[in-house]
């Protein structure tokens, strides 16, 4: 369908932290509620497919509907639109915070655990498109179906596509859509152009990219993302038949600072930002502590605060020169809290324990 570009991406990496095909976010840009789509982090397995709409077709298929169906782009742009405010985070985001607190214990040659994201593998963005219900009910979804596999057009990847199953009943919940807009724009190439998946609540993998093709199955379906990635590893977590631990599908609570690491700032009263999130409930508060977590103050949450997306919140420092830390730690309306520590999982991934982030503090 396409041939390989000379970058694993194609937006200006100014704006990131470039890890071999994917673009972090530097986590000073992340102060706005909406993140704009040119500082918008890329996670790719392989590279951005460059694709021509001549000959593209989106494909419903698979044991699990009655009459597969193709659709051109415009037939999918006319069927009624769904929007959701979602952040979008890669289950590896942190992973390098993990491996400083947990002291280097990630496999070097490990092809996923390997992408050391510092804070700024996500973002928050307003997603247009058409709910997968609908897809699925126009191609006249069985009712045994208990599973879709969304598959990517990213066709140099080790099985011809990224793709990562996901359950009937997210796939079936009206605010997991096939998007095609992305902040009022036409879905940017790196972020899945023509169209891709936003699941909100769970992790970025989910979202598979540059879909050309749903299928819905009567059986479960098991790929790389599913069995031996995105899954918790370790003495925790018992295999399960193909899968190698526990599926990891939902995000966690966490709070990060719209700090570079190792911030250098001035002294003095200044409005430090970051930013909350839950897959669960929305954010109730978010508290912070300069002195390694003995005393807590509350931040101020900034509105709108939502289910999906994630909250703004901002607070009054007032340091001396020196070398400082602050912490922050985040609690949901359901009661979740960021915990203190966190389990070793092989990959690395969903870290988001209370951690400190260094800040160099320079005086006039
Ligand atoms: N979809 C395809 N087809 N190929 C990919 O490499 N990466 C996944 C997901 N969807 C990926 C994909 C991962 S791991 C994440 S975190 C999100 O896309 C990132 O979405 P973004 O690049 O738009 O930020």
């Known amino acids: ?116 994201w510092g804070i700024g593998g996500v973002g928050n963005a307003v997603w247009t498109g058409v709910s997968v219900r609908t897809l699925l009910e126009l191609a006249g979804l069985n009712p045994d179906a208990i599973v879709i596999n969304a598959k990517g057009l990213d066709a140099d990847s080790a099985e011809g596509g990224v793709s990562r199953p996901m359950p009937i009943d997210k796939a079936l919940d009206p605010d997991t859509i096939l998007a095609y807009h992305m902040n009022g724009d036409k879905l940017p190439p790196d972020h899945g152009y023509p169209f891709r998946l936003i699941v909100p609540g769970w992790i970025g993998t989910n979202s598979v990219k540059w879909v050309g093709e749903i299928v819905a199955a009567t059986e479960e379906i098991y790929v790389r993302r599913n069995t031996e990635h995105y899954v918790f590893i370790g003495p925790e977590w018992e295999p399960d038949g193909n899968v190698l631990g526990e599926l990891i599908t939902t995000q966690n609570i966490k709070s990060t600072l719209a700090l570079a690491w190792n911030a250098e700032l001035q002294a003095g009263k200044q409005i430090i930002k970051g930013n909350g999130r839950s897959p669960h409930a929305p954010i109730k508060k978010v508290e912070w502590s300069d002195d390694g977590g003995h005393s807590w103050q509350e931040a101020r949450l900034i509105p709108p605060i939502m289910k999906y997306a994630w909250t703004l919140f901002e607070f009054e420092w007032n340091p001396e020169a020196g070398n400082h830390t602050l912490m922050t730690r985040a609690t949901d309306e359901d009661g979740n809290t960021q915990p203190m520590e966190h389990p070793f999982n092989l990959e690395g991934y969903l870290f988001n324990m209370v951690f400190p982030h260094p800040v160099t503090v320079k005086s006039d």
């Open 1 to 116: 369908m396409s041939e390989k570009p000379e970058n694993p991406w194609q937006k200006d990496p100014t704006p990131f932290i470039e890890h071999g095909e994917s673009l972090e976010t530097k986590p000073e840009l992340l102060t706005d509620f909406i993140t704009p789509n040119d500082h918008f982090f890329v996670c790719n397995e392989t590279y951005t497919p460059p694709i021509d709409l001549t000959g593209y077709t989106l494909k419903i298929g698979g044991d699990g509907v009655n009459k597969p169906i193709e659709l051109s782009y415009e037939a999918v742009l006319k069927l009624p639109s769904h929007t959701v405010i979602s952040y979008l985070e890669c289950a590896g985001n942190l992973r390098q915070r993990y491996e400083d607190i947990l002291n280097g214990q990630l496999p070097e040659d490990d092809e996923f655990g390997s992408l050391r």
